[in-house]
C-alpha cells in the first residue's frame, strides 16, 4: 500500500475507515437517486402525493404521514427521498443484485460486491432479500438524523455479520477485506497480504477492552465516542437534506 495511505489508516484505525465509507456510501447512494435541494420540493408536492397513492408499482410504500410519524424526515423531505428512489427503482423495491450494481458505479476501480453485500444487509431489515422505500428512509433516518448512539449502533450491526450482539476478528476481517477490495487501485502499489488482519489485530486492541475476543456494543460505542476522528465523521452526516 502507498506509504501514505498506509500511515494515515494505520494512525486513524480501521474503525474509523469504516464509519466514513458508511457515511460515503450513504451519502454516495442518496446522489445517485437524485436527491435534489429541498427548496424545489415544494413545485412537486401534488405531484408526489399523486405517486403515494396511485402508483402501480410492484411494493406500495406506506403513506407519507405514516412514514412522517415512524422517521425523522418532515412530509417534503419525504417526497424528495420517494421521487428520487421511484425514478431508479420504479418496482418499488431494489434486490441486492441492483445494489451491487449501483456501487459499482461508485468505486469502478475496485470490486465493491462484497462490502455492497453487507451494507445491503443492514439496508435489509426485514431479512427478505429486498430493500424497500420503508427499509430506505428507516436506515436514512438513523443515519442522518439519529443520535450519536442511534448512528454507531447501525455501524455496529453492519459489522457484526451474523448478528449475534458482538463482533468476533472474522467478522471484521471480512469487513477490512471487502473495503481493501473496493479501494482497488487506491492501494496501489499493492498492500502487504498481512494488512487487512494488521488492521483488525489493531481494532480488537483499542476496541475489546475485557480482551475476551469478542467486540460487544457497549465497548463498541464507548470507544467510538473517545475517538476524535470517529467523532468528527459523525458531523458529515449533519445538514445533507
Not at 71 to 77: I, S
Not at 129 to 140: A, C, N
Not at 176 to 199: C, F, L, V
Amino acid at each position: 500500500m502507498h506509504l501514505f495511505f498506509r500511515d494515515k489508516w494505520e494512525l486513524e484505525g480501521l474503525q474509523t475507515v469504516g464509519i466514513l465509507l458508511v457515511v460515503c456510501s450513504s451519502l454516495k447512494l442518496m446522489h445517485f437517486l437524485g436527491l435534489i435541494d429541498l427548496s424545489t420540493a415544494g413545485e412537486m408536492n401534488d405531484s408526489v402525493e399523486d405517486d403515494f397513492e396511485l402508483s402501480t408499482v410492484c411494493h406500495r410504500p406506506e403513506s407519507m404521514d405514516k412514514l412522517q410519524e415512524q422517521t425523522k424526515f418532515t412530509k417534503k423531505e419525504l417526497q424528495v427521498l420517494y421521487r428520487g428512489f421511484k425514478n431508479e427503482c420504479p418496482s418499488g423495491v431494489v434486490n441486492e443484485e441492483s445494489f451491487k450494481t449501483i456501487y459499482s458505479q461508485f468505486f469502478p476501480q475496485g470490486d465493491s460486491s462484497m462490502y455492497a453485500h453487507f451494507l445491503f444487509e443492514a439496508f435489509d431489515t426485514n431479512k427478505n432479500g429486498s430493500v424497500s422505500f420503508e427499509d430506505f428512509v428507516f436506515g436514512l433516518s438513523i443515519i442522518l438524523r439519529g443520535t450519536i448512539n442511534d448512528r454507531l449502533n447501525w455501524a455496529f450491526n453492519l459489522y457484526d455479520l451474523n448478528k449475534d450482539g458482538c463482533i468476533t476478528k472474522e467478522e471484521m476481517l471480512d469487513i477490512m477485506k471487502s473495503i481493501y477490495d473496493m479501494m482497488g487501485k487506491y492501494t496501489y502499489p499493492t498492500m502487504q497480504d498481512d494488512a487487512p488482519r494488521e488492521h483488525v489485530e489493531s481494532f480488537f486492541q483499542k476496541m475489546d477492552r475485557n480482551k475476551d475476543g469478542v467486540v460487544t456494543i457497549e465497548e463498541f460505542i464507548e470507544s467510538c465516542k473517545k475517538d476524535e476522528n470517529i467523532m468528527q465523521s459523525m458531523q458529515l452526516f449533519d445538514n445533507v437534506i
